[in-house]
């Protein structure tokens, strides 16, 4: 029998081709891309094979058959890591890993529950290529590289993988230009350059950032400031000092969007008492009001209402920013004699808050230390909803008054597990044990809800203070559309998405008696004006992004950190251009103004957090840090 003879870079070869068919059907099997035209497929299909031409064709240098083997496998193994991780992480977040999230490992702990239920067993395919390059390895004969190794064989094989790139970023830059300064859209990257060479750029990008601030020297202040003054909205007189000398009370409720409002799941209604509130009379229940959170979430939800700034594109300000100078609700509200204060039972270091929130000159942060965690009462994320806003109210009678605090629910997070006691109604039935879970978590979160509205007024402090409730994010990633489209008895479309990013928010005040639904288009940016106007202090000299959404001038625009966009005719998203009363695509340009001024305000945005430049608005040019109790 004849023996097989195999070329002498075989194994190199297999490794390129199986880590290649991996990563294109990884691509397909695990995220949901939208691909419109057979160009954007072969720009998929493609766009690995660079990237892995120039890593595994680094192996050619190497003399020794070992050593070289040791590197193609340990870079089959690097790549599937990489694979893997964000599949699991776009299950939750629809988005792609970044490098700041990377170097949040005191999170890692806390976030096992989560990342634990979006693993899925199928997902051993993304180390298809390494069983396949360890077979290789071991059944394939080979031979030791000669020293004199024709380098014309190598100068060629590397023309080809940059003549493959050059074809690559030529495709997508005729679908998609200037793909690479709208780096917002991660989705758009990694369809158009892949995942690998997306790290790369996301690299570029951090360390751009990182420079930004050493460079900075004030002088961009000015433009920022232009643009934020020619977009700033007076007050209404009429809420202007509403609830001046009120304490505040701000909840932030977890994961909940807004189409379980009013809104019923087998006959059981899933808010009773938020569905109460919409018709208060003390109430304005904003019902057309937008999360505007990106990778940071629940940080993101409280960096945007401290500071009515964007979050940074790729990662968490929390993390990568807390070192920065902030004009921020706690810092502004301590000048105004309130006593600030957050309440949220998990460890002080989650999302780095215990450094945060001192950067924002928050006066008191009651953590998990400050909670009596009894038997039964403990969630995955510290402290179940009921327990925690009982003993919260009775540490708010200990405030020095007017107290203003920011109260962290936690129960309603994914994975949504409750115990067996707290749920309230049964599970719904669908395809996705997300979403078959969330109800029944979001009817928990309402309960406890409704108990602290009670204990509040047993308390005394109820009728003294004004109760501002929004939801920090969605809950239901777009990877269950085919469960919500079974729940709303539609096809989720990428407009729906957007409505979909809908939060519900409470502004309640106890004896105003003027409450009523509010349809104005708002989002989160707009909270810290809204609620100092509210509280009867002036922000026409600050450095902010939204608008008082009581005033006349308040502009209906909502911009998302991806770039999506909602105007009062109007949604964008993925490149589309909706008409928002029928939801069918329509021209462009009747969204292409509001693209451009989207992308100069998060620039603007980006700008003064990574220039640090609010640093600059003090005349000792750094803020005196308020040090926590």
């Not at 502004?332 to 002080?348: C, E, P, W």
């Not at 605090?405 to 996705?432: A, C, G, K, V, W």
């Not at 600059?616 to 308020?626: L, N």
């Amino acid at each position: 029998m004849k023996k097989v003879t195999w070329p002498k870079h075989s194994v190199l070869g297999i490794a390129i081709v199986a880590t290649w068919l991996t990563t294109y059907i990884g691509y397909i099997t695990s995220f949901n891309m939208k691909i419109d035209n057979m160009i954007q497929e072969l720009i998929l299909f493609i766009n690995p094979l660079s990237f892995l031409l120039f890593l595994y064709g680094l192996a050619l240098f190497i003399k020794s058959t070992k050593r070289k083997n040791i590197y193609i496998f340990s870079i089959s193994l690097i790549t599937s890591i990489i694979m893997f991780s964000n599949a699991v992480f776009y299950r939750f977040f629809s988005d792609f890993i970044t490098l700041p999230l990377l170097f949040q490992t005191n999170n890692f702990g806390d976030l096992s529950s989560s990342a634990t239920a979006n693993m899925h067993l199928t997902d051993i395919f993304f180390f298809t290529d390494v069983i396949i390059i360890a077979l290789a390895i071991k059944f394939i004969p080979q031979r030791e590289s000669a020293l004199r190794r024709r380098n014309i064989g190598r100068k060629l094989y590397f023309v080809v993988a940059a003549t493959i790139l050059m074809v690559n970023l030529a495709l997508s830059e005729a679908q998609r230009p200037q793909l690479l300064t709208r780096s917002f859209d991660r989705e758009l990257l990694v369809k158009n350059i892949g995942t690998y060479n997306y790290h790369i750029y996301d690299l570029f990008i951090q360390s751009k950032t990182h420079a930004q601030r050493a460079l900075a020297d004030g002088s961009e202040l000015t433009e920022v400031a232009n643009y934020i003054n020619a977009n700033y909205a007076e007050p209404n007189p009429k809420m202007f000092g509403a609830a001046e000398g009120r304490n505040l009370i701000i909840v932030s409720m977890e994961s909940l969007q807004n189409f379980v409002i009013n809104n019923k799941m087998y006959e059981h209604e899933i808010t009773p008492f938020l569905n109460s509130l919409t018709k208060d009379k003390d109430t304005f229940y904003f019902n057309n009001f937008y999360h505007q959170t990106g990778l940071g979430k629940t940080s993101d939800s409280e960096f945007i209402l401290e500071n009515s700034l964007y979050g940074r594109n790729g990662g968490a300000v929390f993390f990568t920013n807390s070192g920065n100078t902030f004009n921020s609700l706690s810092e502004k509200l301590g000048d105004n004699g309130y006593f600030t204060s957050v309440m949220h039972a998990n460890n002080r270091s989650f999302w780095n808050r215990d450094i945060m929130y001192q950067a924002l000159g928050t006066q008191k942060f009651y953590d998990v230390e400050s909670y009596e965690i009894g038997e039964g009462e403990a969630v995955n994320w510290g402290m179940k909803d009921i327990p925690f806003l009982e003993q919260s109210v009775e540490l708010m009678k200990e405030m020095p008054q007017p107290f203003a605090t920011r109260l962290i629910t936690l129960t309603n997070h994914h994975p949504f597990d409750l115990d067996e006691e707290d749920m309230l109604i049964p599970q719904y039935d669908s395809n996705s044990k997300t979403l078959n879970k969330y109800f029944q978590s979001v009817r928990y979160m309402d309960e406890a809800l409704k108990i602290f509205f009670d204990d509040l007024k047993k308390s005394g402090l109820y009728d003294n203070s004004i109760i501002v409730m929004y939801g920090d994010h969605y809950g239901i990633s777009e990877n269950h559309n085919k469960a919500m489209g079974m729940y709303l008895d539609k096809e989720i479309t990428p407009f729906d998405n957007v409505e979909l990013q809908k939060v519900p928010m409470f502004v309640h005040i106890p004896g105003y008696g003027k409450g009523k639904t509010m349809d104005e288009l708002s989002g989160q940016m707009d909270l810290r004006p809204t609620i100092l106007h509210l509280l009867g202090i002036d922000t026409k000299e600050d450095m902010q992004m939204g608008a008082d959404v009581f005033s006349p001038d308040h502009e209906p625009f909502i911009i998302f950190r991806d770039g999506r966009l909602v105007t009062e005719n109007n949604i964008f998203a993925h490149e589309v251009c909706y008409d928002i009363s029928t939801g069918e695509e329509t021209d462009y340009g009747a969204c292409e103004p509001y693209v451009e001024r989207a992308t100069t305000e998060l620039d603007y945005s980006d700008l003064i957090i990574n220039g640090d430049l609010l640093r600059f608005t003090d005349g000792d040019q750094e803020k005196s840090k308020t040090k926590m109790h």
